[in-house]
Structure formats: C-alpha cells, structure tokens
C-alpha cells in the first residue's frame, strides 16, 4: 500500500509539475503574440521626443513611423493620476484617462503651464459624444492622447502647403479610429496678425499609400470659420491630425455670387453646345471639304463643344459622391478640352495672318492635318505627360467661398469641381498657355487692323466696305480667344465684373461663335447674289 501510494503522489507531482509547464508556455504565448507595448516611463518619452526632433534628413515615411510610434508609447504610458503631459521644443504630448461618463473635455495653450508657451494660442474642444462607440464594447479604460507639433517639418506634402504658424494639432482615442461626429471637435488657431487677404481652409492630414509620398491635406470632413480676423476656427467630425492651410488670395469670392454665376454658367454651357452642333451639322450639309478655312472653323466648334460637355459634367460629378478615379479622368477630359479650345483658337489667329499677309498664293502641304496635329495632339500629350508623372494633380479641387454674418468671415469649402489641384500646374497649363494664346491673338488683331487700315489707304477703297472688314476682323478675333484674357483681372475693384463678364462671354462662346457662323454665311451669300445679277446684267447688255 505504501508503495502504491507513493507512486500515485509522484503521478500527481509530475501532473502538477506538467501543468505548471503548460501554463508558462501559454503565459509566453500570450506575450509574443500581445500587440500591446510594456509601460512606458514619463522619462522614456520624453527621450523618444528629443530625438525625434534631432534633424537628419530622414525620408517621409520614417517621419510617419515616428510619430505612430510615439502614439502607441503615449497609449501605453504608466504615470499617476489622471492625465501626463510633456514638452520639448517643438512638440507637445498630452494623455487622458476617460470614463464612460465623459462630460466633454476643453484645452488651451493659455492653461498649459508645463513648458515654454508657443507662437501662438490654440485650443481644442472635444464633445461628449467622443466615448459613446467606445464605451460600448466595455473597456476598462479609454485614453485620449494629443500631440502637438509646433512645426511643419513630419508633414511635408508634394506641393509644400503653407500652414498657420507651422502648426500642427493632433488626437486620438485609443487603438481606434473616430470619425462622423454628429457634435465636431472644435480646433481654434490664432495668428499676432490680421489673416485678412489669404484664404485659410481647415484641413486634415491624409497618409500616403507609398513610401515616396507621405500624404497630402485633405479638408473632408472640416468646416472652416474666422470667428475675427485673427483667429481661424475648425469644425472637423473625426480625430486625426489637423492644420490650417495658408494661400495668398487678393480677393475672395463671395458666396452669395454663388447661385447666380451657376445659372449662368449652366444656361450658357447648355445654348453653347447646341449653337456648337448646329454649326457643326450645317458644315458638313455644306460639304466644302477642300475649303480649308471651314474645316479649321469645324475642329474649334467641336473643341468649344467638348469643352462645356466636359465642364457641366466635371461640375456635377464633383458634388456628389464619386470615386477617385472618375474624378480623375473628368478632370483631365475637362483640362484637355481647354487647352484644345485654347490651341483651337490659336490656329484661327495664325489662319487669319497667312489670310491677310501672304502676298503670294503660299501652298502649304497637308495644311488642315498640321493644324489638327497641333491643336489635338499638344494638349493631348501634356495631359498624358502630367498623368504617368503625377496623376494625383487632377481630382475634386474645393473652391473657398467667402460669406460674412455681422462682423464673422466664414469659409464653406463644400463647392468642389473635378479640376486641377496642384496651383503650380494650374499657374502654367492654364494661366500661363491660356495667357501666352490671347496675347497672341491680340497681336494679331492688332496687326489685322493695321493691314486694313493700309488697304484701304492704298487701293481707296469705300469707307463703308473697310468698316464692315474691321468689324469683321474685330469681331473674329474677340471671338477667338481675347476674352479669356479677363482672368488676370480677378483683383480688387475688378473682381465683380471680371466673374459676371467671364462667366457670360466664355460661357456662351459657342453661341457668339454660332452668330458670327450665320453672319458670314449670309454675307457670302449675299456677294454671290451680287456677282450673280452682274453676270446677267452684262449679259441683258451685250444681247
């Protein structure tokens, strides 16, 4: 009996002895498969900022890594009390512990002590409503964490944004996102100066997809206010890292100008592509296929008439929801119709010079197909070009519309059109070509007149033929292309009529260019009757 107990208390022993075995590999287990972090001293922290502060040219995504890394230390953190914050020189990390009777929480820089005081004030205010997700999945804890940066240096995007005071506001609930706040997280910034003539919009920090790119500023989801000329308030419903983004804008442009410039827009556009096709049909009923000045007259009309197709679509896909891609391909199709249009109308000054210039009958071998080449496949190939380098260029670009209530300045960024985002390539491809075609235009009606004007001084023709040809030259090159030039007059005084008199003569282009169409037809018809009772008068005479 003795022995068999024995043998039974070793049987247990060993028993024992295995499941002890068992449980610190389960234990081990847990740890290497735990994605959490060990605690993390207040010391460690502040170590971890400093150094990612030192400069040493690292590449965007190393930035990026940073700064996740922080969080995930600042989540992990072991302090007493309630909340932990630390400052360096150039970033500020603050941590909260939270219940799920949270009431709504307030932050200053004017009640932050800790530190030395920034450039600038700036608060943040996060409603009640930032734990009810949260809480629902009965956490132990939650922890809202913040970081400031006082410079722009971990968030550089391609276009080199200009960022009030170079800061940089960030917050985060725990390991998950937050976003579609019914009551927003109000974010406030104040400049020691007036902001009056910039355009200020509330933007958020959105990653890149590669290691190349580290992201770009985004105002989804924020709405823009200026409470005073000094002070930039922003509404955004989601936690992540907010900015305000500074341009240098002479002029805005007022809100309620909003509803009346998209009427005209749309009823000019609209008459404009059916004067387009009308014009288009009646040229090829007319079958002048060897008339080389008709075949350059149809290729502008079908480029005025893709042009407004491309803008009515552009803007109406814009406000709705769509996908990336289709905003894309709307905002090149819209950038490639105008600088065809552009070219298009280029081609007709240059036509109208060999017209009025040429002293002898200069034969120009596949004069049209040249033509067509140019004014097709130029604007094709720079918007081919721009999408294989950068096609992040074309997508929803928001247009900032200025309304004031008393003595508030707001922002609504909600009017966006599928269009070009970049302001540098919008500087060149559309200022600088559109610039560069009317200024040759307007040389050319300059010139045109003057070629006139010795023309009739020369041969003595009637005053009344030479004013119908100089009506005719004006009105054919204004036509063609000078109107465009009011774009460079959107300033001071001359913001209000520059928008109603671009918005109206470019807008109804298409049919401006319609009625010159059914003037010279009539014209043309008229001087053949003419020629034709001359024939039978000097027939009536020699019989």
């Known amino acids: 009996m003795q022995e068999l107990l024995g043998q039974d208390l070793a049987q247990r022993g060993d028993w024992a002895q295995n499941m002890d075995l068992c449980w610190v590999l389960f234990f081990c287990l847990g740890l290497l498969t735990c994605p959490c972090e ?305 070219t298009w109308m280029a081609v007709e000054g240059f036509n109208l010079y060999l017209l009025l210039g040429r002293v002898y009958n200069t034969y120009i071998r596949h004069y049209v197909l040249k033509l067509c080449v140019l004014g097709w496949g130029v604007p094709a190939l720079l918007v081919l070009l721009l999408l294989a380098v950068q096609s992040s260029v074309y997508g929803p670009c928001t247009i900032p519309l200025a309304h004031r209530q008393g003595n508030h300045t707001g922002f609504q960024n909600s009017v966006a059109m599928c269009w070009l985002c970049s302001p540098v390539v919008h500087g060149v491809l559309v200022m600088g070509y559109g610039g560069l075609m009317s200024l040759f235009n307007l040389v050319v009606l300059a010139w045109a007149l003057w070629a006139l004007h010795r023309l009739r001084a020369g041969r003595k023709a009637p005053s009344t033929r030479a004013c119908r040809d100089t009506v005719t030259v004006l009105g054919l090159t204004v036509l063609l292309g000078t109107t465009w030039a009011l774009a460079f007059f959107s300033f001071g005084v001359f913001l209000l009529p520059q928008l109603f008199l671009f918005t109206i003569f470019n807008s109804f282009y298409g049919l401006f260019l319609f009625l010159w169409f059914c003037s010279q037809r009539c014209h043309s018809q008229a001087e053949a009757k003419t020629e034709l009772e001359g024939v039978s008068s000097s027939q009536m005479t020699t019989h």
Request: net charge neutral; aromatic share 8%.
């Open 38 to 342: 060990m605690a993390v001293t207040s010391e460690e922290l502040l170590l971890f900022m400093e150094t990612m502060e030192q400069p040493r040219g690292r590449k965007p995504s190393i930035h990026m890594g940073h700064i996740h890394r922080l969080e995930q230390q600042l989540l992990n953190a072991s302090f007493p009390g309630h909340n932990l914050t630390l400052q360096t020189r150039s970033i500020q990390s603050m941590v909260f512990k939270l219940a799920c009777n949270f009431t709504g929480l307030s932050l200053s820089s004017a009640t932050l002590k800790q530190g030395p005081q920034p450039r600038a004030r700036h608060a943040m205010q996060f409603p009640a409503e930032l734990t009810r997700d949260a809480c629902r999945t009965r956490l132990q804890e939650l922890r809202l964490i913040c970081i400031y940066f006082f410079t722009n240096r971990f968030f550089q995007d391609d276009s080199s944004s200009s960022l009030l005071n170079d800061y940089v506001l960030g917050a985060q609930l725990g390991h998950r996102p937050v976003s579609n706040l019914s009551e927003p997280v109000n974010i406030s910034f104040w400049h020691n100066q007036s902001l009056e003539g910039y355009t200020l919009t509330c933007v958020f920090w959105k990653e890149g997809d590669s290691q190349h790119s580290q992201g770009a500023w985004s105002p989804e989801g924020c709405r823009t206010e200026q409470p005073s000329p000094s002070q930039v308030l922003c509404h955004c419903n989601h936690l992540t890292y907010f900015a305000v983004l500074m341009q240098l804008s002479p002029a805005q442009l007022p809100a309620a100008l909003r509803a009346p410039l998209e009427y005209i827009s749309l009823v000019g556009c609209s008459v404009s592509i059916v004067a387009s096709l009308l014009v288009i049909l009646l040229s090829i009923q007319a079958r002048k296929q060897s008339d080389s000045i008709a075949r350059i007259h149809v290729n502008l009309h079908v480029s005025v008439l893709l042009l407004n197709v491309a803008f009515l679509l552009s803007a109406n896909r814009a406000v709705a929801p769509v996908p990336g891609a289709a905003c894309t391909a709307l905002a090149a199709a819209l950038h490639y119709t105008l600088l065809s249009c552009l």
